[in-house]
């Protein structure tokens, strides 16, 4: 029986339990000792693994990214924090340049096992720049694993994996999730498997995909469906790179109908190819179009109005609706 | 054979100590008490400010907030060296600068309580907003002294960053480029010993932060940040060096955050009480006070008259914060390009819809 535990305490578990498997395992980033991180995800690390395991670093985002490269050549396995997804931009040189490559450009002679962890998104009332939502231009950058996490099980089974990967991982923590749910989550040591969706709720009148913060609204809208008479099934891709369309394409395949909510902005958005994978191969079984329901094509506002940006239950079931009407 | 083919000295300003000691060589406008009184009125409207803005929070009405509790003469020696046409791109913690060139404390406040008219100064229509993303402004400095340069201006970009700053990509390269070009650019670093939980010591091995300007070939040097009036005088040279083409300059302001980083903070997890209560002897505004009232200058009467102005300055502020209702939702779309692209007409309408079915 595990405890029931928040996602921010299931990421930390996961932390300590990787540290505590693998003597090559370090966490660093900005304020990740003694402060235990800004949302407390490697609370108490410092005191159980020491200052060379748990090391604060200077503000340099885009160094402590190019630093864990080098460690993770040297049989390392760095765990890296950002403290907001929106400083992670500087990231991207070392990410897209580097880590995502230095595999295919040496011809596996070096490579980069490391996880770079992120808390990501709106809903808690954040200051400017800190409720961002990239993933899709993290997604575009080949090499690299990208998974979103939408409760404290996956976030614990599914960052185990990301740190136990021989390549280089984003993981992006929903961070309006991070104190909001509880779940069991039993301490053992079992990953999730990556590359791989979940199946949440099953349903054979309409499919419904998201991945992290987004599910809620999407839960509690297939739960309003039911009570119509509309079986919704409801898929979280939870690894957004590489893109797992097999199991997007047996449900749709079954429902004909395809709602995809995303927090991030439209346009270029991972909706958009999990779109277009639909019509590649799903086109014959569609009975209705496939509709997105995300954030809008703006900068993210701030947060008097975050609340209008966010995908809400209401447009998500306006969009079933709407998918449902098609005969 | 091997000789030294360079050194450096790094020089510090101070004219009143925390012990009352006072240099005898004080610049010009110490000797004019109107002069001093602006500037205390200035360090005491800006803790009121703070005070405020951090019980606003506290009580659910403002988000996140970064109080200046403890370096307030930092901010008010920027806002003070400074000529109005000068162009400010400050950090997150100079209010007290920001309220000295025209921005009004309810604009900070709609900033910080989430709101972007906060950022559409009435009064200040050339500085730049606040800057989150540490470090990241300074080049933004140097682009805005470029511009002065090339346009053949006497004017000069002030740039503020923290002691954690320092340590970002972004800020060497733009003292480099500013050291290329010498371009008028002064950079402020406001080392208050904290970047949140990371003490100075864990951010650089330097001695000083103003030695970082030597490795980029400019001129840098320490002031103690916790006396306005040195503040003041270094930063007045340094700008009006930059102005007559004497090229950039870092001015490392010695302080102490007296406060958690932000509301958001507890810093009580790792640093000890002492440290703190100890720093709180230093602290600027009773030391530019004792210093009045030491010179004749200052009174019980007009300590308390000064407090209840200022008060009603900033509750004045809330008040009129608090009345402005959130922008509609379609705001989002405005402002973003020079004209809406025609790509997003629909997203917009969809918005304003649900607005409308809101009510
Ligand atoms: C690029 C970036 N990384 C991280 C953060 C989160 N953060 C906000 S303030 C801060 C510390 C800044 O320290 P310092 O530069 O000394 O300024 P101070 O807050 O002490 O005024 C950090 C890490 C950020 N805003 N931007
Ligand atoms: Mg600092």
Request: hydrophobic share 45%; proline share 5%; charged share 20%.
């Amino acid at each position: 029986m595990g405890d029931q535990l928040t996602l921010v305490e299931a990421v930390r578990t996961a932390l300590g339990r990787a540290m505590e498997d693998d003597g090559n395992v370090i966490v660093l980033g900005e304020d990740v000792g003694l402060n235990g991180g800004v949302f407390r995800a490697t609370d108490g690390l410092a005191e159980r693994f020491g200052p060379d395991r748990v090391i604060d670093t200077p503000i340099s985002e885009s160094m402590f990214v190019g630093l864990a490269v080098g460690l993770a050549t040297q049989g390392f396995h760095p765990i890296v924090e950002y403290q907001f997804m929106g400083f992670m931009y500087p990231a991207l040189d070392q990410l897209a340049n580097h880590a995502s490559r230095l595999r295919n450009r040496t011809r596996g002679r070096l490579t980069c096992p490391l996880v770079v962890r992120a808390p990501y998104g709106g809903g808690v009332h954040a200051p400017e720049h800190h409720s961002e939502s990239f993933e899709a231009m993290l997604a575009h950058i080949p090499g690299l694993r990208v998974v979103i996490p939408s409760s404290p099980a996956k976030a614990y089974g599914l960052l185990l994996a990301a740190i136990r990967d021989p390549d280089p991982v984003v993981f992006l923590e929903p961070k309006r999730l991070y104190r909001s749910i509880r779940e069991e989550v039993d301490d053992d040591g079992g990953a999730l498997p990556l590359d791989r969706c979940f199946t949440l709720r099953g349903g054979d009148d309409l499919t419904m995909v998201s991945w992290g913060a987004s599910i809620a609204e999407t839960l509690a809208a297939a739960e309003v469906l039911a009570a119509e008479g509309v079986g919704a099934e409801v898929i979280d891709i939870a690894t957004i790179k590489p893109l797992d369309m097999d199991t997007i394409l047996a449900s749709v395949g079954r429902t004909g109908r395809c709602v995809i909510v995303h927090e991030a902005a439209r346009t270029g958005g991972v909706g958009a190819d999990i779109a277009a994978g639909l019509a590649d191969e799903g086109l014959t079984s569609l009975l209705a179009p496939v509709t997105r329901v995300t954030g809008y094509d703006t900068v993210m506002p701030l947060f008097r109005n975050e609340h209008h940006y966010l995908p809400s239950e209401q447009r998500i079931l306006d969009a079933a609706h709407r998918a449902m009407e098609f005969a | 054979m091997r000789h030294e083919v360079a050194s450096f000295r790094i020089r510090a300003t101070s004219y009143i100590g925390p012990d009352g000691t006072v240099a005898s060589d004080l610049p010009a406008f110490a000797s004019d008490p109107e002069q001093l009184i602006g500037m205390y009125r200035a360090m005491v409207l800006t803790r009121t400010f703070d005070a405020k803005a951090v019980a606003l929070q506290r009580t659910g009405r403002l988000g996140t907030f970064a109080s200046s509790l403890g370096q307030e003469a930092i901010a008010v020696g920027i806002g003070t060296a400074m000529a109005p046409d000068d162009v400010l791109v400050p950090s997150f913690r100079e209010q007290g600068a920001m309220f000295l060139r025209g921005v009004v404390p309810n604009e900070l406040l709609l900033y910080w309580g989430g709101d972007e008219r906060g950022n559409d100064f009435a009064g200040q229509r050339h500085d730049f907003p606040i800057c989150v993303p540490i470090g990241t402004q300074a080049a933004h400095a140097v682009g805005v002294a470029l511009a002065m340069q090339l346009n053949h201006e006497r004017r000069v970009a002030v740039c503020s960053f923290g002691d954690g700053a320092t340590s970002r990509g972004d800020v060497y390269e733009s003292m480099n480029f500013a050291g290329v070009r010498q371009l008028p650019v002064v950079f402020v670093i406001n080392n208050n010993q904290w970047a949140i939980s990371v003490p100075r010591s864990a951010q650089s091995a330097a001695v000083t932060l103003a030695q970082k300007a030597i490795g980029a070939g400019i001129a840098g040097e320490q002031v103690d940040g916790n006396d306005v009036i040195a503040v003041r005088a270094v930063l007045t040279d340094a700008i009006e060096r930059a102005r007559s083409g004497g090229g950039p300059m870092v001015v490392e302001a010695l302080t102490y955050r007296l406060t958690d980083h932000t509301t958001a903070d507890d810093a009580s997890r790792y640093r000890p009480d002492a440290e703190v209560s100890e720093r709180w002897k230093a602290e600027p505004i009773a030391r530019l006070r004792d210093f009045l009232v030491h010179q004749g200058h200052w009174a019980r009467e007009r300590e308390e008259q000064l407090i209840d102005e200022c008060a009603a300055e900033i509750d004045a502020a809330v008040q009129d914060y608090e009345g402005y209702r959130p922008m509609p939702p379609t705001s989002m779309f405005e402002h973003l390009y020079a004209t809406l692209p025609h790509a997003y007409l629909a997203q917009r309408a969809e918005l304003h819809e649900l607005e409308r079915l809101d009510g």
